[in-house]
């Protein structure tokens, strides 16, 4: 769905709630960027702010115009922007395909201004007592934690709350991340055939993803 119809509703999305309550003008800096879509739908909700983008592989090629992206190793590699620049960090999915978070978090408290957030989002735990999609939808759409072959292993929010907090960075909130709009609409999807569609709608009906928002400490 294109996050332009979430300006005036953001609170249906937990991830638009987040990105919605930057400063205007703002930048904010997408760790572990993909294939884009994150930052595509950032840049549809709030079209005023800078966009950053960091990724060991990435596809820059598709993301918004006018975003500066660099391709860095997450676990390893100090990131090129300065201290203190950085007014919000989006890190969606990114954790638990990592060995060691410690760079991460270092790098996330170190470029965010006094005051400023990162919002994580991470796979619950709960998904390793998921289903796969059966018969010949098996492998296309993860739901079972370990139908994405790149998972390494699952971070729960409040291991990854002990980590921000080493880090000087404060858990400012947690739990599970939602759009409603799919969340609702999931019974309707049980009567269509399988699709990424059904199979999104159902993640977010089950409360897939979980979040944690961590504050630079002033």
Known sequence: ???????????????????????????????????????????????????????????????????????????????PWPNASIDGITCMHLVEHLASLDNL?????????????????????????????????AGSFTMNFFDDLTHIRPISVGGLATLCRKKGLGVVASGISRNLLFATAYPWFILQAPSRKRYTAKAHWLGWSAFLIAEREA
């Open 1 to 79: 769905m294109n996050w332009k119809w979430l300006r005036r509703m953001a609170w249906l999305d937990t991830r638009a709630a987040f990105v919605s309550s930057l400063r205007h003008g703002g930048k904010l800096l997408d760790l572990g960027s993909s294939d884009g879509e994150t930052l595509s739908h950032i840049a549809e909700l709030r079209p005023d702010i800078a966009l950053c983008a960091c990724d060991v592989k990435g596809c820059p090629e598709k993301y918004p115009l006018g975003c500066h992206f660099e391709r860095k190793n997450l676990e390893t590699d100090i990131l």
């Open 105 to 137: 978090l270092a790098e996330c408290a170190r470029l965010l201004k006094p005051g400023a957030r990162v919002y994580f989002e991470t796979p619950h735990p709960k998904t390793l007592s998921y289903s796969s999609p059966p018969g010949t939808s």
